[in-house]
């Protein structure tokens, strides 16, 4: 089995937006791992139309040329870490659209979380789990939530996440669930195929 590949998902697009930040920290830290590839993902690069399709992607592929080359990126990776704000308890446009344009590419593929803002994005994280499963996608249970302290310790004050020791230590422990998953539904997934192309 080759290594698992991941995507850090920046999950907005706003001008002068905070989340590139979080997202080069937790590749910074990703990419010394060994048992895992890590690729960083910006939806700026995928300008998806809001979604008007006339049959859901669960049912036949979308048309639009740009979430066809966005349900490419997806079905080449093997596991999503989403680096994601709060917009009204809940995650960006963006990010919701960009989902509801794929379907079968995300199944069976684990998914972890780096929120920040208010709350550390918890409450939007906690909403991304649950349209995540719909998906038929697994969220781990550890994720980074950057609060207020932090957030504005970066923003402002010339600091570094890295200053903040339990940003550090959850960061670990998420990757390492991530990685645990990746591998085990990467090989459960490479089965299935199997199994499905000699019962064909």
Known sequence: MSTPKIGIVIST???????????????????????????L????????????APIAPA???????EAQRWAKKVAELDGFIFVTAEYNHSI?????????????EWKHKPAAFVGYGG??????????????VELAMVPTRFA????????????RDGKSFNDYDFLKLTAGMML??????ARTLKAGREESAVDEAVAA
């Open 13 to 39: 697009t706003r001008q002068g937006r905070f989340g590139d930040r979080p997202a080069q920290w937790i590749f910074d830290i990703a990419k010394q791992r060994h048992d895992l590839q890590f690729e």
């Open 41 to 52: 993902i910006d939806l700026r690069d995928y300008p998806i139309p809001m979604f008007d």
């Open 59 to 65: 049912y036949a592929p979308i048309a639009n040329e």
């Open 92 to 104: 960006p446009a963006v990010l919701k659209n960009t989902l509801d344009h794929v379907h079968h």
């Open 119 to 132: 709350t550390g994005a918890a409450r939007a994280v906690e909403h991304l789990r649950s349209i995540l």
């Open 144 to 155: 980074v939530h950057i609060g207020m302290e932090p957030y504005l310790g970066v923003l």
């Open 176 to 181: 390492d669930e991530l990685a645990w998953y």
